[in-house]
């Protein structure tokens, strides 16, 4: 049992570039969430599924997208990098109102 | 709208001193649930507590304690005879009821301890 796994752990990207960052749990969750961290800040929700096929804005969606064809993957993705993405960025996953599951994270940097 | 207050941004105390970690949230909710989150070094967010807003009772685990109180919309987070593993950001966290589990979070507050 892996819980939330998340590739990759760092990143470099150049301005304007794209990628995705990938997001699996193994334990039938079906609320998943995309929070950033930034420095010395609290977490942030990106967007947020409650099931496969459902997806919402969260706090902070502007230049991100995300899908979920299964329970188990939520990728996140973005489009045309700018140096504001550059952040810590949280996977989680809970079944409800009970505690939600983080993964190691990825930290990216936009130059 | 919700918010949670952490406004503490760092403290520091001597090994096997209690500290206490503040923590006030705002929400027009009459059901809430309330978390505490542990982010050490290494970076990785742990859970150590959720209650609900029906549940005012205090609680103890080992050395970590947690007052609860609606009346001053506080969740405190007292670590006792505290120890060098404790040194971490510690956030607070704010969701609504079944059907809305999106966390809001405090700024964290960032715990060192002196050996």
């Known amino acids: 049992n892996a819980g939330v796994t998340q590739t990759p752990k760092f990143r470099i990207l150049k301005i304007g570039q794209s990628m995705t960052l990938q997001c699996t749990q193994d334990?039938?969750?079906?609320?998943m969430y995309w929070y950033r961290q930034d420095p010395g800040m609290g977490l942030k929700l990106i967007y947020y599924s409650v099931g496969a096929g459902i997806t919402d804005k969260g706090e902070v969606p502007n230049g991100y997208n995300v899908s979920r064809s299964t329970t188990e993957d939520f990728p996140l993705r973005l489009e045309l990098a700018a140096p504001s993405q550059t952040s810590v960025y949280f996977c989680a996953s809970s079944k409800g109102n009970i505690e939600q599951f983080f993964g190691p994270g990825t930290r990216l940097t936009v130059l | 709208a919700q918010k949670v207050t952490q406004a503490q941004t760092e403290i520091s105390v001597v090994e096997k001193e209690d500290v206490t970690l503040d923590c006030v949230y705002e929400t027009r909710d009459t059901t809430y649930y309330l978390f505490w989150y542990k982010q050490p070094p290494s970076g990785e967010l742990v859970f150590l507590i959720r209650?609900?807003?029906?549940?005012?009772q205090n609680e103890i685990s080992g050395r970590y304690s947690w007052n609860f109180q609606k009346s001053t919309s506080s969740f405190n987070f007292t670590i006792t005879a505290s120890q060098v593993v404790d040194s971490a950001v510690y956030f607070c966290a704010l969701s609504r009821g079944f059907g809305n589990e999106k966390l809001t979070f405090g700024t964290g507050t960032r715990l060192t301890i002196i050996p």
């Open positions: 209650r609900n807003s029906f549940d005012e």
């Open positions: 334990m039938n969750h079906n609320y």
